[in-house]
């Protein structure tokens, strides 16, 4: 696998950190070279990161609430409302379904992706990602059946808005959520950022066109980025085949290699379920690769990961 570029760059910061992002603030392509870097400078859409710290082994845990993993989408709680009720959504989730509501208008006002309404859409998937990335990071049930009730809402305002406003070269993707986990500490110190991305459509696996019913297709990827050496590490796919029926499995690649993590069969996973599996297997991934990276540093997993959540205003919540 390969780097991911972009056309478009920040020129207001010189020091930007290179990001495999959505290219032209939405559009993930794939460029394949033996070289795994990221290579270009992208548009950074102001997401708040979902932040995991996981100390080094023989140190005491952080003064932070913890839990031991994100919340597993299969764990039993009770239903949010009787069946046949309309989940009511929180402030902030009212403001965007509105504001997706009020964006189908647009059809009206734009002939073309022009930079006015290129502007105005990417304000609007920035408020969406952001609130995404929240949700995800409250974990509840509630907050995941929020969540998924806005992505719908941004699905369908983009069958809406139809190929002529937002052409699959353009955007073809939206981000879901981003991931931002600490290893070690002081000069032990290592990041990495998990970028999870939703395809609005099947994408031919071995491409970046609409892929047909019996086309191998990627529907999810999730990148994880070693940021100290500015490489992508791995990259885990949700993949769907045909032979008489649909077929779902989790794949990863690294290192030019590919493999099998977790097949799913007929049905499509949720969001969930999918970054359930990735998270835990990346966890294993990242402590190799910060064994290989200081011979001095010991792994363990006796401790917690402890989860925070930072947001524009600059305040910062902790939660079980």
Known sequence: MGCISSSAKDESESNEVREPLLINGGSYHEDRSDNDQVTRVVNRNRVPNTVINLPSPGSRPP???TYEDIPSPT?????????????ALSRDGEMIRKALQDAYSWVESYTDPNPEFAFKMNQLFTKCESHFTFLANEGSQRDKRECDLLV???LKLRTHLGPRLLPLATRNAFMRERISVTMGEGSEEHQFRIDCIQFFEPIVFYGNSLGKKEDLVKLYVFVVTDLKKDSVLIRYYLERSFLYDFYHVLCYFKDNNRGQLKPYGTSCPSYWTIRQDMYQNTKHHLREAVLQASSSYTLSNRHHPTVSTYFPDGRVTQAN
Request: glycine residues 6%; negative net charge; hydrophobic residues 25%.
């Open 63 to 65: 003064p932070l609430v």
């Open 75 to 87: 764990e039993k709680e009770r239903p949010l409302s009787p069946p046949g009720n309309t989940l």
């Open 152 to 154: 719908e809402e941004l």
